[in-house]
Each structure stands twice: as structure tokens, then as C-alpha cells.
């Protein structure tokens, strides 16, 4: 196989999640209003709770806004890694993705190409969400919407890695609202993403560390951090590892021979 040829692959399938998604402007909308709904409605209450500062190591977040925002811009990564992971399950059924894998190229490679289409997906919601969020009085530094792109590439990998993994374990497209709900919610609240560790480790001691050791605080981490022009080198490792970790099992979970996909048709694992 030809680098060409790689490359035709990776243009045909982002163009191919580009076009689902332009199709399906319900999923645009939705992955907006979530967020939206935290950041217009909840903030105020929350606000009021702690206080128009927060203490360090964050203090240049002087509104609780503009602390949760990185939060809401790891939820919008999140939803979308398993909305995407949702269309490989209706692909499977369909018998789409039988006709993905069985190309002559390496199946690691498609795979990989289809998490690059769902993180193209995401980043184009995130920057619109943060748009809005500036119109509306939010603002972070103008450099900062450049130097979060890499944490937020890194970030999408993870969690898109994460939703493909969880998409080589589910038979069937009905069971899979129920296990979205079961990764999101929990990995949502026990973050970073609405409150700083610090008062997470203030109120409990066990509640602080389930965030500590939870990867998608170490990604909102990360997009904090990136977005005022640092990096968290603690949440960039943990962040790396954990997508090399989701992708390796995911590929292995979709391996006819070896994972998943072989248990579900009764081949010796």
C-alpha cells in the first residue's frame, strides 16, 4: 500500500463523519445546548455557593464561569467520543463497518482514522461553543483559544478511544444508551470539570481521590491549563497513557481473531 492511498482513506472517512454530521444537525444542536444549559443556568447558582473567586492554584479564574468552562469543553469531547462510538455500533449492524474493515489496510490504521474523523467532529463544536461563550461575556485569553488545540486534540483522542473501546463490548444498539449513561454521568461529576480538587478534597476525602485517578479530570485538567498558555504535565501523561491504553484495547476488541467481535460469533478467544 502507498501513502497515497493511506492518506485517500483517512480524506475518505473524515469526509464521510464530516457529511453525517452536516446531516444530522440534531447532534450539532444537542452537543451545544448541554453545555449551554450548565454555563447560563447552573453556573449562577453554583457561583453563589462559591464564591465570584477562586482560590489557588487557579487564580486568574475570577468568575466560576470562566472556571467551568474547560469542564463543559471536556463535556462536549466526551458526549461526542460516545456519540461516535454509537455510530460504529449502528455501522456494525448495518453491516457498514464489516465493509470498512475488511479493506486491505491495516485494520489499527482504520480504526485510528476514524477516531481523527470523530476529534475533527468535536473540535468544530468546541469552537463554537467557545464563540458563544465569549459573545456572552466569557472570555479567555485570544492566544489561549490556539495553545488549548493540541490538549484538545489529545483530550478527544482519549475520550473518543474510550467510547470505541466501549463500542467492541456492545452486542446490540439498544444496550447502549444504558452504558453511555454509566460511563458519562459518573466521569462528569467525579472530575474536576464543576468544582477544583481542592475543595473535592476539602469535603471528602474519598470523593478527591475517585476525581484524582479519573481520566477525564486529568483531561478538563489539561484543557485548564492549556487554555492560559501551561501545561500540566501530570494531566498530559495521564491523558496519553490512557488513550494508548483505550486504543490498544479497542483495536484488540475489534480484532475478528482475538477480541470481542470473535466471543460474539463463538470463536475461541
Known sequence: MTAAQYLRCLRGIVWREALRFLHQRERFVAALVRPLVWLFIFAAGFRAVLGLSIAPPYETYVLYEVYITPGLIGMIQLFNGMQSSLSMVYDRE?????TLLISPLPRWYLLSCKLLAGVCVSLAQVYVFVLI?????????????????????????????????????????????????????????????????????????????????????????????????????????????????????????????????????????
Open 133 to 269: 461563550a465569549r459573545l456572552w461575556g466569557i472570555e479567555a485569553p485570544l492566544l489561549g483559544y490556539l495553545t488549548m488545540l493540541p490538549a484538545l486534540i489529545l483530550s478527544g483522542l482519549m475520550l473518543g478511544a474510550l467510547g470505541m473501546l466501549l463500542s467492541s463490548f456492545i452486542k446490540q444498539l439498544e444496550n447502549f444508551a444504558g452504558i453511555m449513561n454509566f460511563v458519562i454521568f459518573p466521569m462528569f461529576f467525579a472530575s474536576s470539570a464543576l468544582y477544583p480538587l481542592w475543595r473535592m478534597r476539602e469535603s471528602s476525602l474519598l470523593l478527591y481521590q475517585i476525581c484524582a485517578v479519573n481520566p477525564f479530570t486529568h483531561a478538563v485538567e489539561l484543557i485548564r491549563f492549556a487554555l492560559y498558555g501551561q501545561v500540566n504535565l501530570l494531566s498530559l501523561a495521564v491523558v496519553a497513557g490512557c488513550t494508548l491504553l483505550f486504543m490498544g484495547l479497542a483495536i484488540y476488541g475489534y480484532d475478528p481473531g482475538r477480541g470481542m467481535m470473535a466471543r460474539r460469533r463463538g470463536a475461541p478467544a
Open 94 to 98: 448495518m453491516g457498514n463497518m464489516r
